[in-house]
């Protein structure tokens, strides 16, 4: 892939994950150069492929290879490596050789959750979201891509919908600095320490 002739400036708000010069060099759109082009061409993205995000039937959601799936769907239009894990060590996620091992893990505790009803719904999408975001498993998305995979979950299971804290801060977004993203970043690190309720709270808040 040749070079870019124009480096973009991502200015990653608080909780998000710093790409590195060679993930930089995957963006298929030379003409981004900031951060907020960077957030419409991917949320594009998104709208291009909901139809098959939010209207297909999946039947198996808790596979690493749906994970995949989903986020080369989501970001296809924007990253050459949609869909595929990340290689590099980030602020936040476990060793790149791990993710597919946490992955499989986090997709059987689910099933038992949900076979033996250990957590009600609500509490289970809180413990699937904030593991999925632990994990890390791309180099960039993993906020958007991990609530649309926790409401897809929701939604093979004929489960209620998350408002994801917009019915609080409904003229909030979770692309810049605002009092919503902040409340989400704070929910996530509360369940870090196994302290879920905030969270719980956000996403149907």
Same mark, same amino acid.
């Given at each position: 892939m040749?070079?870019?002739?124009i480096?973009?400036?991502f ?6 994950t710093p790409l *590195?010069?060679?993930?930089i060099?995957? !963006? !298929?759109?030379?003409?981004i150069? +900031?951060?907020? $082009?960077?957030? #419409?061409?991917e949320?594009q993205s998104?709208i291009e492929s909901s ?5 297909t039937n999946h039947?198996s959601? !808790?596979t ?6 989903l ?6 239009s ?5 869909g595929?894990?990340?290689? +590099?060590n980030?602020?936040?996620g476990? $060793?790149?050789h791990?993710i597919?091992i946490e992955?499989?893990?986090l997709c /059987? *505790?689910c ?8 957590? /009600?719904?609500?509490?289970i999408a809180a413990? #699937?979201?904030?593991k999925?975001v632990w994990?890390?498993?791309?180099a960039?998305g993993?906020?958007?891509f991990?609530r649309?995979l926790?409401?897809?979950?929701l939604k ?5 919908t !998350?408002s994801?804290g917009?019915n +609080?801060?409904?003229?909030? /977004? #979770? ?6 993203r902040t409340e989400y970043?704070?929910?996530l690190?509360?369940a870090?320490n196994?302290k879920?309720q905030?969270?719980?709270? #956000?996403?149907q808040?």
């Open positions: 040749a070079k870019r002739k480096e973009p400036h200015e990653m708000p608080d909780g998000a *590195d010069p060679d993930e060099q995957g !963006l !298929l759109i030379d003409t150069t +900031t951060q907020a $082009e960077l957030n #419409f061409a949320q998104i139809k098959w995000i939010f209207e039947k959601i !808790l690493d290879q749906f994970f995949k799936n986020h080369k769907k989501m970001f296809q924007v990253w050459a490596w949609a595929k894990h990340r290689k +590099t980030k602020n936040i476990v $060793e790149p791990n597919s992955i499989k893990k /059987d *505790d099933e038992y959750w949900i076979e033996n009803k250990t957590y /009600d719904w609500n509490e413990r #699937f979201h904030h999925v994990i890390h498993p791309f960039n993993n906020g958007r991990s649309i926790t409401d897809i979950l093979k299971y004929k489960q209620p !998350l994801w917009r +609080t801060f409904s003229k909030d /977004d #979770f692309s810049s600095e605002s009092q919503l970043i704070l929910s690190r509360d870090d196994k879920f905030k969270l719980i709270h #956000f996403i808040s």
